[in-house]
């Protein structure tokens, strides 16, 4: 590991420290790989492979490629804590290669089935969800304690960046090269996230957990997530709420293909910019969100209010810049209250209890996501891509009138409203939690 100099400090971190440098654009590697894997796959679900029930099948394909995050939480977790990270980073990355690898001697050898898809998506998204909480968990190896809440900041805001990258790609090189072509560019990329990951040497478990007992002062009490929960009260309604929320806006994901397809009639190159603007709207509120006036409560409301009505646009309007326009000021929105409403959060909750809450955070907050794709794409083979719009933008509004009655609890209001740079991620666009 590289220890950082007082003459160096002003540097970024990524630059001063190689460790975490390394294992940083490992993590850009594999985010870009698999957003790109699920763009393109999606794109050629709707365009090429299921003409006829194409909403339905790219539906079922976002919600398989999320279930493993979710259904895997526990095994994961005990995974983690078991295994040296450093080798259960570079075995996830490596095993995504070889899968992607398969794939792609699949699809040049002969025409690939849809199931084909299927199982590699689900796959490769088992392989990311050991690398993506292994990697958050591993900071403490890697950059030095004054260094932790940099790194974590900062890392977590880069996911945005990787897959901003991947889904620009996906659609464009399904398009130019098919799946092939497509496997072939995520195999790479997991290929050198692995190499990468193999030149980094990493502090060990048991020097970790030394200084953090030295800096805590012993092991604090850990309670159940029914009793964390429970103590919670306000926290647990903000939760649901934004759970709610996500059933609509995480939709976004099967509308903007079956929207390109149905009413722009496009290609790979418009799908690319539908999420080219959202990935940009959500990584500028993710870095304006703690310049917003107001109460995070009042604050989320209006950012809800304003998506119901941007998201309703294209269902009312058919064209291009408006879609685009529509799509980066709900990513904004998004950014803006996962900043504002995870700094809450990182306030109100105990700090001995914030690694349960926020893993049972994520866990409820991407719950939503397979149901909001299979439920979005069956609708989508039997109404319009605009009539999905419309849909979206109605189920906003009971969640942002219901958060702007829930007010502020007593306990934030003490505190000084200073959002933290510590921002755990869900599936894009989750409504609290950030970007994917």
Not at 94 to 104: C, E, K, N, R, S
Not at 144 to 159: K, V
Not at 205 to 211: I, L, S
Request: proline residues 5%; aromatic residues 6%.
């Amino acid at each position: 590991m590289t220890t950082s100099t007082t003459t160096d400090r002003r540097l970024p971190l990524v630059l001063r420290n190689r460790a975490f440098g390394t294992v940083w654009l490992g993590q850009v590697c594999t985010q870009a790989a698999v957003r790109m894997f699920q763009v393109g796959i999606s794109w050629w679900l709707i365009a090429y492979a299921a003409s006829g029930s194409g909403g339905l099948a790219s539906g079922l394909f976002m919600a398989v490629s999320t279930l493993p995050a979710v259904a895997l939480a526990p095994l994961v977790a005990r995974t983690i804590a078991r295994c040296a990270h450093r080798s259960l980073l570079r075995a996830a990355a490596g095993a995504a290669g070889a899968i992607a690898t398969a794939l792609a001697v699949w699809a040049c050898a002969s025409d690939l089935p849809i199931v084909a898809a299927y199982a590699a998506t689900l796959a490769l998204a088992t392989c990311q969800a050991f690398f993506d909480p292994c990697l958050t968990t591993s900071v403490p190896e890697l950059v030095d304690d004054e260094d932790i809440e940099a790194a974590t900041g900062f890392e977590l805001s880069t996911q945005s960046l990787a897959s901003l990258g991947g889904a620009l790609l996906g659609a464009l090189i399904v398009d130019k090269a098919g799946v092939a072509g497509l496997a072939v560019g995520c195999a790479a990329a997991y290929a050198v996230a692995a190499l990468l990951i193999a030149t980094v040497r990493f502090r060990t478990a048991e020097d970790t957990a030394d200084a953090g007992a030295e800096a805590t002062g012993g092991e604090a009490p850990r309670r159940t997530l029914r009793q964390i929960l429970g103590a919670l009260p306000y926290v647990r309604a903000i939760l649901l709420c934004f759970a709610a929320a996500n059933l609509f806006t995480t939709a976004v994901f099967v509308v903007m293909p079956l929207y390109t397809a149905s009413v722009l009639h496009g290609d790979g190159s418009t799908v690319a910019l539908l999420e080219a603007s959202l990935g940009a709207g959500t990584l500028i509120g993710s870095f304006t969100g703690a310049r917003v006036p107001g109460r995070p409560t009042v604050v989320g409301s209006v950012c809800l209010a304003t998506m119901a009505v941007v998201l309703a646009l294209p269902g009312l309007v058919a064209a291009r810049p408006v879609i685009a326009g529509s799509l980066l000021v709900t990513g904004w929105c998004v950014g803006v209250i996962g900043v504002r409403f995870v700094a809450l959060f990182q306030r109100l909750v105990p700090a001995a209890d914030k690694p349960a809450f926020f893993a049972v955070m994520q866990a409820v907050l991407g719950a939503t996501f397979p149901v909001a794709s299979l439920l979005f794409g069956l609708l989508g083979d039997h109404l319009s891509a605009q009539t999905l719009c419309l849909i979206q933008a109605a189920g906003l509004v009971p969640a942002a009138v219901f958060l702007g009655l829930l007010g502020d609890d007593p306990k934030a209001a003490e505190e000084p409203d200073e959002p933290s740079t510590a921002i755990p991620t869900a599936p894009e666009p989750a409504t609290a939690g950030g970007a994917r």
